[in-house]
Every structure is written in structure tokens, then in C-alpha cells.
């Protein structure tokens, strides 16, 4: 396998994903930021940050399908999430256990950074994905 998940001893634990990352490969994967919107562009899921959430990791994995990878090769991802406040964690961590199964989601994820933002390029957009993957 391309990619290599731990969580080294003495790093903050526990956390629903992985700490490190180490790949090998000469393909690198790179899909841009993902939002809840359907293959026409028509919004997905209005107001629900956990509903756009799932959305997102769908595309994410359509994007990732694309290039030949799966979760499973994926290094590292990157959420934004608008307005973020400690209160979301919940409705954060449902978007994912809502499609983790049917796309493929590994348990625990990869490295990953939710990062909080002022807003997205749209003001119904509330959470954006990237997901970067490793191929042999």
C-alpha cells in the first residue's frame, strides 16, 4: 500500500483520526475543495451542517474514484468549516459517520485539519473538503 497511518506514541490521544502519514508513489491525487452541491451545482443539504457534510465526502470520494483512489489512499484532509464554534463537534462528527461506510471512510481517518473560517465562496456553503492521495 501507497500509504501508511499511525499515531505515534505520546501524541494527543484519543482523537478519530491518525497523527502521521507516510507515502510512497509516483501518482499524487489532489482534489480541490468539495462543497455540498449535486452534479448540476443546485445546493445540497441548506442550513445542515452534518447534511453538507456527507454531501461533500461524497464528492470528495467521486473526485478521489476519478484519479483511481479510494479513503484508503488518501495522505491527508482538510475541512473549512464557517463560523466554527465547539458546538458543531456534534453535528460535525454526524456528517461523517452518516456516509463513512458507503464511501469507504477508514477508521480512524487519515491526518486531517478542520480548520475555521469567516465564510466560503458562497454564504449557503458551510463546510469545504480537500482530500490529498498517494498512488503507486
Known amino acids: 500500500m501507497a500509504v501508511?497511518?499511525?499515531?505515534?506514541?505520546?501524541m494527543f490521544q484519543p482523537v478519530p483520526y491518525h497523527h502521521v502519514s507516510v507515502a510512497t508513489g509516483t501518482r499524487h491525487v489532489h482534489v480541490a475543495g468539495q462543497i455540498a452541491r449535486d452534479g448540476q451545482g443546485s445546493p445540497l443539504a441548506p442550513g445542515d451542517l452534518a447534511g453538507q457534510l456527507a454531501a461533500a465526502l461524497r464528492n470528495t470520494a467521486r473526485g478521489l474514484a476519478g484519479a483511481g483512489a479510494t479513503f484508503a489512499?488518501?495522505?491527508?484532509?482538510?475541512?473549512?468549516?464557517?463560523?466554527?464554534q465547539p458546538e458543531k463537534?456534534?453535528?460535525?462528527?454526524?456528517?461523517?459517520?452518516?456516509?463513512?461506510?458507503?464511501?469507504?471512510?477508514?477508521?480512524?481517518?487519515?491526518?486531517?485539519?478542520?480548520?475555521?473560517?469567516?465564510?466560503l465562496f458562497e454564504p449557503d456553503v458551510l463546510v469545504e473538503v480537500e482530500a490529498y492521495a498517494v498512488l503507486d
Open 73 to 84: 489512499d488518501v495522505v491527508r484532509l482538510r475541512f473549512f468549516v464557517t463560523d466554527w
Open 89 to 119: 463537534y456534534a453535528d460535525f462528527v454526524a456528517g461523517i459517520e452518516q456516509v463513512a461506510e458507503e464511501i469507504g471512510l477508514p477508521d480512524p481517518l487519515p491526518p486531517l485539519s478542520a480548520i475555521g473560517v469567516d465564510f
Open 4 to 10: 501508511q497511518l499511525s499515531t505515534p506514541d505520546g
